[in-house]
């Protein structure tokens, strides 16, 4: 198995150079929200072990939010973020990057601090890496090359089935799954499909996923009678901080909300990029930090494939602190239109936003963090749509692919690859097709 | 718990009755020409409210307002903001139309109202029965509606006894509003219910989240004073109390085009024709349902109407009895909080932190409780039976349903229902194919094909109906304010 892996380059940028940058990335564009995968800068589509990937100016609008707290508001610098969601390892990615998109990405990067002319491009990416804090992917092992081979699959299916339907007509479940598996294999030796084999799983990866597992629960031990001893004075103060918390109930406003709707529902998948500023204090760090931790130790090694709780529309996801401890940034693939992703989210996961969420300045109020916040339905869509910042370019490998349609095809592609196959699976696996 | 909430008398009456004995009906489409004569015909205009008379009425009045409307009349950008941003930013809004699928012979560069340049600013209703009809729309127009207004477009509507133009029974279910607020929210609920918290139908009160939608307050002054004070502030006066969205649709329905098809694909065999129109409305003819009546009541369902509503999905599970795709499955898929009832706290986690079911076509639809609207609207043109259809001498002149809902927030309402479930082309885990009677076919980025239906079948190969045409073309469309009476005098004050 080849796990996914990501990365992220976050960068100041010049400010004299910040109308120049978003030319460029403008450029890549097509229209607002439809990447040429082809660009002369950053050629995605050639990057066959690329899933998703954005640039994103991290254009922070809510900083002045710190005045609730009567507290003045920072001067961060303006960022660029350029991330992606990959094959394997990081470090074979940049390289593969700066093999084949160094023109474009230097001049991109030109417009940044600390980039000149004479700069080597990978060591400089390579100093400003920031890693995400914790992150999701869907599906363990699915490579690009898999989605795209098994969507063939589906594909092929569909057409022999489109143009020779009568010869499958009334036969039971388990002769048309013989029948199809007889066509793909003889699709696969005509050389028309391709199904690879899984790669084998490096082992560096299934050691640290290893010690990671053990590691967490043994140092939570290790922490534990400090930790229940700290407990009662944290819970005490979280409770109060939820009751007296400023809760301002600021609307989007309409241009912020008009661009990035424009830029949205090109496909049946949309990327979210949000920005917001932690909470003053150490208490809404410490808990952050906490959250974050458990949702690393989740997403890794406790969630199924295909499912963040209920929810089946999300390809990947990632939060990654920006600049320091102050501000919390939240990436994501999903499928359908943003209202439909937030309807989800607080019907189906709502406690998972408001841990994490409710550390943020202006978030809804919640009980013990995880109860109200997102169920305030209005402020919270509000809050979300402010915190969105516009992903300027954004490339998906599979375009008109949801994450339930790769599920799909990876459920097709198992069933013709077991022979036995009992009644009732036969039935389940037809109705797939 | 609160009883006897709502002033009916302070609500437009088509909130609570759909005016089904006043068969005869027309809209009037109207800009603004004279803004004091507009005014001084609105504070005259004999607005019907939702009291329910005996002996019934025979005529009824309403009045709905575009935000272009409201501003033409003089309502200041401070009270305007408070509406909701669909509201305000209108139906045809470019980013909307993506959205909502009016792309392609949907778009509204070629609607005949509503579009870029022609949105009206007044929709005003006259409802009556048909031997008062003309006389009725005569006396309230009077003598200064010419002055007042210029109609962009008037639309008639006919009385197809129950039927839409295809030919199948139309408005068989709606939700039950629960008027007097008993029904506790926010609550989970793990059953299918039809009743609907007061709230999604009637600004200033209480959701399905148990929450007060935005809309706009004032602080009270003299030209107010007679305005509502809102629940949660009562301090301000509530300008929406009582006042909901109307969402008007122009949808122009080619019956020729879909009987020749059915009928084409059914080997020239009427009956079949019929019955492959079912599986695409997911209802008989007559209206009963594919999917048998439960004997378990569903709470909410009107008794008249048990036979064609005391159903879910539930004991439908794959599809086979009722497609996945079909129409009236995607308008309304009738399910609950949780993909399983009766279930104990532990099971409750297990679901909630994605240890529960684990089929492929489990649990992808969201709880039909937040996305539910009130239908309202009527037919036009002449009846043409199946058979008169296939006739291809008959001609074919515009037909089709003037789409009407109410809704207290359009975007988790009727966008949500019209983007995510009718005109998605992934709904519930079925790919390349939208709403079989509503769908634009229009191709997306990387799916080429959205014209398929889907028949599922029962441990059988499923079948899939190829290229289907576009049936359905969207003629006009606005999103309109159906103000309270009281908020109607403020608009209309001089």
Known sequence: MTPQGNFMILAPIVPSREAELRGLLDSMNEAPGRVNPNNPLVPFAQFDTLHFARFVILDDKNVGDLRFYGLPVRNYPLYLAFLGDIDGEEEAFLNELVRRASDGLRAIFSCCHGFASDTDLMAWMNLLRSPASAAYVNTRGRTVRRIREEAALQDAIESKLASEAPSFEGRPPREIHAQLKRFVEAEKSAGRLTLSGDEATPLGWTIKKMLHLIGMPLLLLLASPLLILIAPFYLFQLRRLEKTDPEPYIVVDDDHFETLAKAEDHDVTNPYSALGTLKPGLLRLVTLRGVLLVIDYATRHIIKPGRLGRVRTIHFARWVMIGGTERLSFFSNYDGGNESYMDDFINKLGFGLNIFTSNGIGYPRTDWLLRGGSADERRFKEFQRRHTVLTQVWYKAYPGLTAVDLERNTRIRRGLESSLISEQEAREWLALL | ?494
């Open chain 2, 1 to 494: 718990m609160t009883y006897g909430l709502v002033d009916y008398a302070d609500v437009q009456g088509l909130v609570r009755f759909g005016y089904g004995r006043m068969t005869s009906a027309s809209y009037a489409l109207v800009r603004v020409k004279d803004v004091a004569a507009a005014k001084a015909w609105l504070r005259a205009a004999p607005v019907t409210n939702a009291i329910e008379k005996r002996p019934p009425p025979t005529t009824a009045l309403q009045i709905a307002f575009t935000a272009p409307g409201l501003a033409q009349l003089g309502l200041p950008p401070s009270v305007m903001e408070g509406f909701s941003r669909e509201f305000r930013t209108g139906m045809s809004k470019d980013y909307r139309t993506r959205l909502l699928g009016d792309v392609g012979r949907n778009a509204p560069e070629g609607w005949d109202w509503g579009g870029p340049g022609s949105e009206p600013h007044l929709l005003v209703m006259f409802f009556a029965e048909p031997e008062h009809f003309d006389s009725f729309v005569q006396s309230t127009k009077g003598n200064t509606w010419s002055d007042a207004f210029e109609e962009v477009i008037s639309l008639g509507t006919s009385n197809l006894d129950g039927d839409e133009p295809f030919g199948f029974a139309d408005g068989i279910s709606q939700p039950d509003i629960d008027w007097d607020e008993q029904r506790q929210t926010p609550c989970k609920q793990l059953d299918y219910t039809n009743i609907v918290a007061l709230g999604e139908f009637l600004l200033g009160y209480r959701n399905e989240y148990g929450k007060i939608t935005d809309r706009p307050l004032l602080d009270p002054d003299a030209t107010n004073a007679e305005l509502l004070p809102a629940v949660d502030t009562p301090e301000k006066k509530d300008l929406a109390r009582n006042g909901t969205y109307l969402v008007m649709r122009q949808l122009e329905q080619d019956v020729q085009r879909f009987w020749n098809f059915l009928y084409e694909r059914a080997g020239g065999n009427l009956a079949e024709a019929a019955q492959l129109g079912a599986k695409i409305v997911g209802r008989t003819r007559a209206g009963d349902p594919l999917v048998p009546i439960q004997t378990e009541p569903i709470a909410g369902t009107d008794p008249r109407t048990v036979k064609q509503n005391q159903f879910t999905y539930e004991a439908d599970p794959a599809g086979a009895r009722c497609p996945f795709g079909a129409h009236i499955r995607r308008a309304n898929p009738r399910n609950s909080d949780f993909p399983e009832r009766r279930i104990g706290a532990l099971r409750k986690l297990i679901i909630i932190l994605g240890f529960g079911p684990k089929g492929f076509y489990d649990d992808l639809i969201s709880s039909v409780r937040f996305h539910r609207i009130l239908r309202r609207g009527r037919e036009y043109g002449s009846e043409l039976s199946p058979e008169q259809a296939l006739q291809s001498a008959s001609p074919n002149e515009p037909r089709g349903l003037h789409f009407i809902c109410l809704n207290a927030n359009i975007s988790r309402q009727f966008e949500f229902l019209q983007s995510a479930w009718i005109a998605n082309t992934k709904f519930s885990g079925v790919t390349g194919e939208s709403d079989p009677l509503l769908g634009n076919r229009e191709s997306i980025s990387g799916c080429p094909v959205t014209n398929n239906f889907t028949i599922p079948g029962d441990g059988a190969l499923r079948k899939r109906v190829h290229d289907l045409p576009q049936f359905l073309t969207v003629r006009g469309g606005a999103y309109f304010f159906l103000p309270s009476l009281r908020a109607l005098r403020y608009f209309a004050r001089a």
